[in-house]
């Protein structure tokens, strides 16, 4: 709501505050507004490429920029080249928050119909809030006033963040000290070999995080290039078999 209404809250007038504050001519105020439409078509792209893995990141990220683009278009609106760059801003990262802003709402809760109709009700309440106080705004305070509150209502938008910023910074921390916690130590075992014990059949039993050990795969090597017992004994057996048939 709070995402939305601060960017309503000053695109609702963008046809006065152009015209009697910038002082653009009312045959510029359809072209600008073109212009502001095809920015926010840049922006949907580039949030739709990436609200699926960073959704968190890149709501914070253009909240702070809406802030920003909104600071600016409310100090500078009565001159003509920053105010059509900060309208352009609020165009690129204003509205296109919408696909960020659904993915975040489906991985909280779920992707069920009710859900998504919420978002949608909320989203359209946004809209009508936005405007009513940039409406009340204008009365009060001029026709800066609605792109000043949508600046307010934007860092407002940014604290509804802190809880999931904490708890994902939270998370991190807790992998991190699962990832560094410290293993038990493994007695050597005989010949310098990984630690382990003597089982039944008398074969040493290895630990470690494989089947084979941490040194097993080497072990296994070491073990198949000797030969075996048998093969060691087997030329004097035949030395004494040829000596007792001579």
Do not use: C
């Not at 990220?61 to 600071?71: E, G, I, Q, S």
């Not at 998370?171 to 130590?185: C, F, L, N, V, Y």
């Amino acid at each position: 709501m709070l995402i939305i209404g601060a960017t309503f809250a000053a695109f609702s007038y963008f046809n006065p505050i152009l015209t009697e504050v910038t002082g653009f001519d009312e045959s510029m105020v359809p072209l600008l507004l073109v212009a502001y439409g095809a920015a926010t078509v840049v922006g949907n792209v580039i949030v739709g490429r990436l609200a699926d893995r960073h959704a968190l990141a890149v709501l914070l990220a253009r909240l702070v920029l809406n802030t920003a683009f909104l600071a600016g278009f409310a100090l500078l609106a009565h001159v003509k080249v920053p105010a059509v760059v900060f309208m352009m801003g609020i165009g690129l990262v204003g509205l296109t928050m919408n696909s960020a802003m659904i993915t975040r709402v489906q991985r909280v809760a779920n992707p069920g119909a009710l859900v998504n109709s919420v978002h949608s009700s909320f989203i359209t309440f946004g809209i009508i809030i936005g405007s009513a106080i940039g409406g009340v705004g204008i009365n009060h305070f001029g026709l800066r006033a609605p792109v000043s509150l949508g600046a307010v209502m934007a860092v407002a938008g940014i604290f509804t963040l802190v809880p999931d910023l904490r708890r994902r910074r939270a998370e991190r921390h807790a992998d991190a000290a699962a990832g560094s916690a410290p293993r038990g130590r493994e007695r050597p075992g005989r010949r310098g070999r990984p630690g382990g014990h003597r089982g039944v059949s008398g074969r040493l039993v290895r630990r470690g995080p494989g089947p084979l050990g941490p040194a097993g795969p080497d072990l296994v090597a070491r073990r198949a290039s000797r030969p075996s017992r048998w093969a060691r004994r087997r030329p004097a057996t035949r030395r004494f078999r040829r000596a007792v048939r001579a």
